[in-house]
């Protein structure tokens, strides 16, 4: 027999009235609100017009598998998940709010629903805490399954003292060095060792939503978590110790395996201490520690050389060339980030954050910057300038004195011939910049297992001769249009009209020839040439 049941016997038998006289009496009290009143509200109003009183009665409490739709009860349960109030838009246009809470008991589980105010009860509640909720109302939620929901008739305590025995909820925090790929629900707790503030961002339906990331760390290891929405506006800070409930594991910024956290995951705070070393303050890498598929990279540096933003199949992308006492590095810019390059000149001081390296085309690292990567210019930085940076990392050598691997050299002489039997033109992936070819109706990208657009660039090669002898110089792009002083675009348009892929060389060769010219660049063994090769940094 529910609750209401009960109440309903003991208003007939205190009152004198006939059970069908007080279930229509709780019909009429229930029309009256128009429907808005639960069989527990209207037998308690008619209770009170008989002077019934229920207050010095013990609550009945429902199991949990005892719930029926459109019928009141009391209920108590332990807390297994908490889901984090989240906001909807009613059809009269207002806005609403629910959040939800999966209850336990000895007899199985029920989601409770909270509507508005009670809404903010999640907030306030934690998994293993338990949850008295008196007069909520058994409906049918998602799949047709039986749920709770609280009223404005529903009274809610969390953890009160009652002599009842609630079954135990098992600790699933997850250590970060056991998460795995596609993993759901992840509960962790961990400190926040580096934390990127929220930002904005359109999506498809050109509605707008929010992202902040974070790196987590625990005694066994390091993982990227990305919040998205109503969990990126959490106030958070370096140094916190937090816990991420129902998380979701996937592969993100360079492979690796990142948690998200959206509207069905909680951040909360956390008395529970892990061991681990104090946060030191950031710490900038120098560039010539840098090394391939690192993650999380900081620096300081000056600007060499800045490149312009340019298109490519999903958006826009720039390159700078940037330095610091201990080395050289190329930087990629991707989509919005792309613009700052058409503020950057040649001595600026840069601060980068949140970077990640790739292998160029010559195996070499370059760091990218995406959507979570810093750039800013900041002239306060105590960097040397960019005379001393340049003085520091070049050494000009002769010829005959360049060795395998030798980088920053500058070497001074004439150009006394131009290869006109190597293609000046080849086909680049616009993702990971790596050389490409024509497979049947389009371009594939073997590194990136994908179709892609392809991005036309130029290389040249030359040789280059000084007093002591001469070697093979390698210049790509930008300082091949510099060399033959012609742009991709006018090359292709060349080619195109004269049908001849080597007339941009034979055109240029006239000017070219003898020209006296200075090379900054590195020197590296080719296998195909068996010999020495210059490879152009940047031709003078």
Known sequence: MSEVEQLIEKVVKESGKSEKEVRSLMEKRKEATHGLLSDYGAIYAVAKEFGVGFNNEKPIITKLSDIELQKAFNVVGRVKAVYPPRTFERKDGSKGKFSSIVLIDDSGEIRLT???????IADNVSKRDIIFAKNVYGRAGMNNETELHATSLTNIRINPELDMDIPKIKEKTMKIKDIKENANSVDIICRISEYYPVTEFERKDSSVGYRASFVAEDETGKIRAVLWDDAAKKT???????????????????????????????????????????????????IADITTNMSNISLAGRVLEAYKPRAYSKGMMSSIMAGDESGVIRIVLWDEKSNITNELKKGDAIKIRNTYSRSN???????????????????????????????HLIKEKKIIDLENK?????????????????????????????????????????????EVDPVPNMVLSLTMEDDTG?????????????????????????????????????????????????????????????RLEFIIDEAV
Not at 420 to 447: A, F, V
Request: aromatic letters at 6%; glycine letters at 6%; charged letters at 35%.
């Open 114 to 120: 909270l509507w508005d105010n009670n809404s903010e």
């Open 236 to 286: 958070l800070t370096n140094g916190d110790f937090i816990r991420l409930e129902n998380a979701h594991a996937r592969k993100g910024l360079n492979e690796g395996l990142e948690l998200h956290l959206g509207n069905r995951g909680r951040i909360m705070p956390t008395e529970e201490k892990i061991k681990l070393p104090s946060i030191k303050s950031e710490k900038d890498v120098k």
């Open 361 to 391: 085309l010559d195996n070499e690292p370059e760091l990218h910057i995406g959507k979570y990567g810093e750039i800013s210019i900041n002239p306060d930085l105590k960097i040397p300038p960019i005379a001393e940076i340049e003085k």
């Open 470 to 530: 001469s070697i093979r110089a390698i210049a790509f792009k930008d300082n091949a249009e510099k060399i033959l002083d012609m742009d991709v675009e006018e090359v292709m348009n060349l080619i195109g009209e004269t049908q001849d892929e080597f007339r941009p060389i034979t055109d240029a060769k006239e000017d070219i020839i003898d020209q006296s010219i200075t090379l900054i660049g590195r020197v590296k063994y080719s296998d195909f040439s068996d």
């Open 406 to 450: 030798d980088r920053y050299i500058r070497i001074n002489g004439k150009i006394v011939d131009i290869d006109n039997n190597r293609r000046l033109l080849y086909m680049t992936c616009p993702y990971c910049n790596k050389k490409i070819q024509h497979q049947d109706l389009g371009y594939y990208c073997e590194p990136c297992d994908q």
